[in-house]
């Protein structure tokens, strides 16, 4: 038997699998533009975390072409895709992730690119239009719920029934209860179907109230 030549071998994949004409690959990159410009948009009006990260929302966008780039790479040729495949197992990924909708999405700019790469635009078009469909969907229970988290600090003198009077009306849940001597911390989670901020100005008015705070959160405290 002869010796195996890998420049022949890579030669010879190249020749069976082809080259990938300028057309395509622009029609692919133009097409994952305008998916990335889609989930770009979606992601910003729906989101509903503490602190909008405008630069995760762009990246967003530039893995879909970049997803889309690889996938037209080693789609025209084997050998070059079995390297390709080796040398992304080997990256580590620092950046961590918290709110599993940003998962998501990251999720869905990658199989966008998957699909674009692949010259499967209908695929991603229709892809799109059901995740943004179940994105309303499941988000319109929602829309008129807010979560806040109640912090009440006051003297435990005869103050605390007259604060009960104000947030026992309200569907509540309390979180924690921290007592030294006579000052008392409460923390409450409170679920109010409108802004209904405006209580706290009655709290706070009350006698042995020192401070209040009320946050809004998204499911990321723990009490």
Do not use: C
Not at 107 to 114: C, L, M, Y
Not at 184 to 198: A, F, I, M, Y
């Amino acid at each position: 038997m002869g010796e195996i030549n890998i420049a022949d071998l890579i030669a010879g994949g190249r020749d069976l699998f082809g080259q990938i004409d300028t057309v395509t690959v622009l029609i692919s990159l133009l097409v994952a533009f305008l998916m990335g410009g889609v989930i770009f948009f979606i992601y910003k009006k729906s989101f509903n975390g503490v602190i909008y990260n405008h630069s995760f929302n762009i990246s967003l966008a530039l893995v879909t072409i970049l997803v889309t780039l690889i996938v037209l790479t080693i789609s025209t040729n084997i050998v070059l895709s079995l390297g390709m495949v080796g040398a992304l197992s080997i990256i580590r990924y620092r950046t961590a992730i918290k709110d599993p909708m940003d998962l998501m999405f990251l999720f869905w700019a990658i199989t966008t690119g998957i699909a674009t790469g692949a010259g499967a635009y209908i695929v991603a078009v229709i892809g799109a239009v059901v995740v943004i469909f179940a994105l309303w969907f499941f988000g319109r229970f929602y829309t008129n719920q807010f979560i806040y988290i109640l912090i009440i600090r006051y003297n435990s003198d005869g103050t605390e029934d007259e604060i009960k009077k104000h947030y026992y009306k309200l569907s509540h849940r309390l979180k924690s209860r921290i007592q030294k001597g006579e000052v008392v911390e409460l923390t409450l989670e409170l679920n109010l179907s409108t802004d209904g901020s405006r209580f706290i100005d009655d709290i706070s008015k009350t006698i042995g109230v020192e401070n209040v705070s009320l946050i809004q959160y998204n499911g990321d405290y723990v009490g």
